[in-house]
């Protein structure tokens, strides 16, 4: 497994490959379709263009730039749980987002 730290986050964004989020998905039970890459790319670019993982209103909105059916917080939930923004951020190899407790 790549190395994370204590609350599961890739210590070294650079190291993510789409193994480790394959890996990080099924701990969480999610078995990555293409809708679940589209939105992991859309967040690693979010963050490699600002330096912040994306928090709920910026997800959605990436989202629906993506596609306006994946574009709201009910249908990214029931691709990445209910944690959404901590799940992506896991599965993307990003950092913690500031609205994860």
């Known amino acids: ?5 204590a609350d599961g986050y890739l210590r070294d964004v650079e190291s993510w490959t789409r193994e480790h ?3 990080m998905a099924a ?3 999610v078995e990555l379709s293409a809708d679940h890459w589209k939105i992991v790319e859309a967040a690693r670019g979010f963050y490699k ?10 997800l959605v909105t990436l989202a629906r730039q993506l596609d306006p059916q994946l574009g709201n917080s009910i249908t ?14 896991q599965i993307s190899g990003i950092p913690k987002p500031s609205d994860c407790l």
């Open 27 to 29: 701990g969480y039970g």
């Open 76 to 89: 990214l939930a029931k691709l990445f749980t209910s944690q959404t923004t901590k799940v992506v951020a």
């Open 49 to 58: 263009k600002t330096g912040i993982s994306p928090t709920m209103r910026p």
């Open 1 to 5: 497994m790549s190395e994370v730290d």
């Open 21 to 23: 989020a394959t890996r």
